[in-house]
C-alpha cells in the first residue's frame, strides 16, 4: 500500500515540476526575511506542543524541566518522521521518558493519551472553526470544508466533555460489561487508571493544554503562510489554511514514514489547484518541508543524545489518589 502511495505521490510532483530556470528564479528571488519568519514559527509551534505536555505532566506532579520537555518533543518527533509505524513507535518513547523523569506508570500513560487527544480535538476544532469561516465566503472561493466538518467537531467536543463529566460512571459500566474479556478488561482497566489520574489536572491546566495544542496547529499555519509569503505564491491566506487543513487529514493516515512523499503532493496539488504557479508552489512545498521535517531530525538527534546523558530522576512522591 505504502509503495502504491508512494509511486503516486512521485508520478504526480514529477508531473507539476516546473522548468528548472523558474524553480531557480524563484528559489533565488525569495525574501530571506519571511523565511527567518517561517523559521521562528516553525520553532513556536514544536515549543508550543512541548510546553502542553509539561503542563499536564506538571499538573500531575511530574517536575518535568522545560528543557527535557523540549528535547522530548523534538527527539519523539523526529522518531514519528523516521520511523515505520512511527507514531507508535513515538508514543513509547515519549511513554519510557516520563517514567525515566519521575513519572509513575498511571501517570505517564495518561499523559501520553491525554495529550494525543487533545492534539486531535484541537484539530477538529479548527477543522470546525475553518467550516464556519469558510460558510461566510463567497462561493467562489476554493474551500473543502463543509457543514459535516463542522458539526463533527462540536460532536467529539460533545463526547468527550460528556466522557469527562460521566467518567467514573462511564469506567463503572464499561468494566461490567467487557470483564469476561481479558484483552479487553486489561485495556479498560488501563484506561481507567488514565481516567483516575487525570483527574489531578485542574480546570486551568485542561485549557492551558488545549489552547497550547490549539496553538501548535496555529503557528504551524501561519509558518506555512509565511513560507508562502517569502516564494510570493499568491493565491490568499484563506486558500493556503484550506491547503493546509485538507494536508493534515492526509498527515493523519500513517501510511509512509512522516508523510514523506504525500505531504509533498498533496501540498503541491493543493497550492497549484488553488492558484500558484508551479514553480511558486514547488518552492514553498520544499521551504515548508525543509523547517518541519528536514531540520527537525538532526535536531531530534541531539536532543536524543542529551536526554540519554542526562541523569534519571526519582519517582515522583506525589500520589494520584484513586478516589
Sequence with gaps: M???VGVGAVALMRREFPQVSSLSTV???GSPWWALVALVLGTASQLAFAYQQRVLLVAMGVPLRRRDAIALTYSSGAICMV?????AVAAAYT?????????DHAVALTVTLVSGVITVLSLLMLFGAGSVVSAGLSATTWRPLDLGASLSAVAVVALLVLGVRFRSAL?????????????????LRQADRALRASRAVGGRDWAA????AAGKWVLDLACLLAVAEAFRADVGWVRVAAVYLTMQVVRQIPVT???????EASLLAGLTTAGADAA???????????????????VGLAAHLMLRAAPVAERSTRAVRAG
Design 2 to 4: 505504502a509503495g502504491v
Design 27 to 29: 528559489l533565488r528571488t
Design 83 to 87: 520511523a515505520p509505524a512511527g507514531g
Design 95 to 103: 511513554f519510557r521518558h516520563y517514567q525515566r523523569r519521575g513519572a
Design 171 to 187: 469506567a463503572v459500566r464499561s468494566r461490567k460489561l467487557l470483564n469476561r474479556f481479558s484483552l479487553f478488561a486489561r485495556l
Design 209 to 212: 493544554a488545549l489552547a497550547l
Design 257 to 263: 514514514p512522516g508523510g514523506i512523499g504525500l505531504i
Design 280 to 298: 511558486s508552489a514547488f518552492a514553498v512545498v520544499l521551504g515548508y518541508r525543509l523547517i518541519t521535517f528536514w531540520l527537525v531530525l538532526p
